[in-house]
C-alpha cells in the first residue's frame, strides 16, 4: 500500500491521537493517517492485542506508531494518557478523540448508566482537547475531531444517556471553535450512525441495516474516508457532519 496524496503537507510528520483506535472505525482512521504520513499513538482501553494488530498494519504502510492504554473513565486518565504520549512521541498535533460506550437502556433505566457514559463519551474528550489545544494554538496548526452519533440529533435507539453524552460533544465543539480558529486550530464533529465492524452496534446487524436508507450499515473505512477529508480541511471548523446512509437529512 502507499501512502495517500495530496494530503502529506496536512499530515507529514505530525502526532495524531487516535483514542478508541484498536478497533473498527478507530483502526481504520489510524491506518489512514498512517498513509498520509502522520505518526499515530493508538489509543485502547483494555484490548492490548487489536491494538497491537492496529500497530501492525500501520507498520505496513511504513508508519509510525505506538500503542497507550487508559481507562478514560477515570478522571485523572486523560491527563495521564498525554503525559505518557508526550513522554514518548511529543506533542498531539491532531487529535481525534473517538473512544466511546455504548450500552442499551430505556429512559427510566439509564440513570444507572448516566455518569459512567458522560466520563467516556463526554468529560474525556473534553479533558483532551482542553490540554492539547495550548500547543496547537502556540503552533498555529491543531485538529480536533469529535466522533459523536446521528443519536445526538435523532436521539437514537441506545438511550437518553448516549444521546444526550453524544449531544454534548456538539456543544463543545461549537464553543471551542469558535475560540481557537483564528489561530489556525479546527474543531469539528463527525457524526456516524450504524457502523458494521464496531462493538457499539445497538442490535442485530441485518435488522438495524432495514432502518438506514441505502439498504445497508456503514463502514468503517467510510468513516475514516470523511474524517481525512475534514481533518485536511483548514476551512472547514465549527461543523457537525453526519455519516448516516440518509437516517437523518439536514
Known sequence: MSRARGTGDVFAGRLA?????????????CQRLAMAGARVAIHYRA????????LE??????????VFGADLASPDAPDRLLDEVEARMGSVDILAANA?????????????LWDYTM?????????????VLPHMRKQH???????????AITGGIVGPHYAAS???LHGLAHHLAARVAADGVTVNVIAPALIEDTAMLPGDPA????????????????????AMAMLSNAYLTNKVVTLDGGMAPR
Open 17 to 29: 491521537l487516535v483514542t478508541g483506535g484498536s478497533g473498527g472505525i478507530g483502526a481504520a482512521l
Open 47 to 54: 484490548d492490548e492485542a487489536s491494538a497491537r494488530r492496529v
Open 57 to 66: 498494519s500501520v507498520g505496513e504502510v511504513q508508519g509510525e506508531a505506538e
Open 100 to 112: 466511546g460506550t455504548s450500552s442499551r437502556a430505556t429512559y427510566d433505566e439509564a440513570a444507572a
Open 119 to 131: 466520563s467516556v463519551n463526554l468529560r474525556a474528550p473534553y479533558l483532551l482537547a482542553r490540554r
Open 141 to 151: 496548526f491543531g485538529r480536533v475531531l469529535f466522533t459523536s452519533s446521528v443519536a
Open 166 to 168: 453524544k449531544a454534548g
Open 207 to 226: 435488522e438495524l441495516a432495514r432502518l438506514v436508507p441505502v439498504g445497508r450499515l456503514g463502514r468503517p473505512e467510510e468513516v475514516a474516508d470523511l
